[in-house]
């Protein structure tokens, strides 16, 4: 066997010149001239290339027809980076075919690509187009909102987590959620004049989070719909709740909150939502941190699922926030997680500095696996917080739809 030859199979190890070249008793200058050699051999070998390097007499393919599955194979001089480059390497034709996977294989001198691809059915841009077209959002009539003498400047907290779209005995929950919504900000601006509103979206807004219906880390669940149909409900009911909101504040803060049941999910609905909704009186936090905090004059407002221990929090939130905790006196943390509602206070004995951890209720209804180890009596129901700008919690509304 030539040098250049045994150049050629030490290419296939996917080592760096150094170690080949020690590997075959050669100099790496040596072992670098010839492999470049052997690479523009292989270049010359192609008569006809793409514009990414492809060489169109090396591609093969095979079909199956009844599954509507496919595989193509090519070759390029370069390594691809992106899917587009594998469509226009493999020249897919996208109209007919969808690329599901790929992937590459680096050989001695050239990359050996490989494919996977669906045919797509002729009725599916027929199908989305037509529900697009009939996709039309609730229109809102903007609120009269006249600021009265007897009506105090004040910003409003509402947390509704653990909804859980999805969810067996949640089927008709979006009315339940509407009703709450309606409820709480229609009596919270009643009586005050809301000049900013933060609300949170997530924390296991939706039941599952894969097409088998399972959590984000694979527990089955008892549901009563598909993946898609709750993420078809929650976007709307989520989408409803932001428009009907803005109209009784002055600014309006969409907080995202990731849950342990569809952190990829509702990740998704959220950040979609805050591209579909364009409204300049709207802030939108949309970041995958399971901690967040906010401040309101002297109040400190903090924000998380629940589903990781939460006994260290105090000292946790103010070495992870010091600035935002430094210059505030009223400091909430709002969690959910446990359906149930719960109130921890920690206060120093002259009772000036404390920190209140609020556990949420939850308007989720009980499945099965609830119901069998005995998680039931929890009364459902959704809450808005008032606070005044200086003295902190002044006013708690409650709302139950049973």
């Known amino acids: 066997m ?23 008793g050669i100099t790496e200058e040596e072992f670098d001239k010839l492999k470049k050699e052997i690479q523009a051999e292989g270049r010359e070998k192609r008569k006809e290339e793409r514009e990414m390097g492809y060489a169109t007499d090396d591609c093969t393919s095979s079909y199956d027809i009844e599954s509507g599955q496919g595989k193509i194979t090519g070759i390029s001089n370069t390594e691809p980076k992106s899917p587009e480059e594998i469509i226009q390497i493999l020249n897919i034709d996208t109209t007919q075919w969808k690329l599901s996977q790929y992937w590459n294989k680096q050989m001695s001198d050239h990359w050996r690509i490989s494919a996977l691809i669906t045919k797509l059915k ?33 910003c409003a907290v509402l947390s509704l987590q653990d909804i859980h779209f999805g969810k067996q005995g949640n089927e008709t929950i979006d009315k339940d959620f509407e009703e709450t919504i309606m409820d709480l900000v ?7 004049n809301l000049k900013k509103i933060y609300y949170v979206v997530g924390g296991d807004l939706m039941n599952m989070d894969s097409w088998a219906g399972t959590t984000t880390s694979g527990t089955p669940l008892d549901n009563c719909s598909t993946a898609t149909e709750a993420y078809t409900q929650a976007f709307d009911a989520i989408y409803w709740s932001i428009n009907f909101i803005k109209q009784y504040c002055d600014d309006l803060q969409v907080v995202y909150i990731p849950g342990n049941h569809d952190r990829l999910s509702s990740f998704h609905l959220t950040h979609a939502l805050s591209r579909a909704i364009d409204d ?6 949309v970041t995958y941190l399971e901690r967040k905090v906010y401040t309101w004059g002297d109040n400190f407002f903090a924000f ?23 210059i505030t006196k009223n400091r909430t943390l709002f969690t959910g997680h446990l359906h149930h ?7 120093t ?32 129901s959704g809450v808005i917080e008032l606070h005044d700008y200086h003295k902190g919690n002044i006013c708690e509304l409650t709302y139950s739809p049973d």
């Open 186 to 192: 229609e009596r919270a601006h009643a009586s005050h």
């Open 349 to 380: 004995t002259n009772e000036r500095t404390g920190f209140m951890l609020k556990i949420l209720p939850s308007l989720s209804r009980t499945d099965y696996w609830h119901y069998h180890n005995k998680f039931v009596g929890s009364k459902r």
């Open 122 to 154: 002729n009725d599916d841009t027929a199908h989305i187009e037509q529900l697009l077209e009939n996709w039309k959002p609730k229109k809102f009539s903007p609120v009269k909102r006249i600021k009265s003498e007897g009506k105090k400047d004040v």
């Open 2 to 24: 030539s040098l250049k030859e045994k150049v050629k199979n030490a290419l296939k190890w996917k080592k760096n010149s150094e170690y080949c070249a020690e590997r075959l």
């Open 304 to 326: 998380e699922h629940g589903d990781v221990n939460t006994k260290n929090s105090l000292l946790l939130y103010a070495t992870e926030f010091p600035q935002q905790w430094g």
């Open 280 to 285: 300049p009186n709207i802030l939108w936090d």
């Open 341 to 347: 509602k719960k109130k921890v206070e920690y206060i």
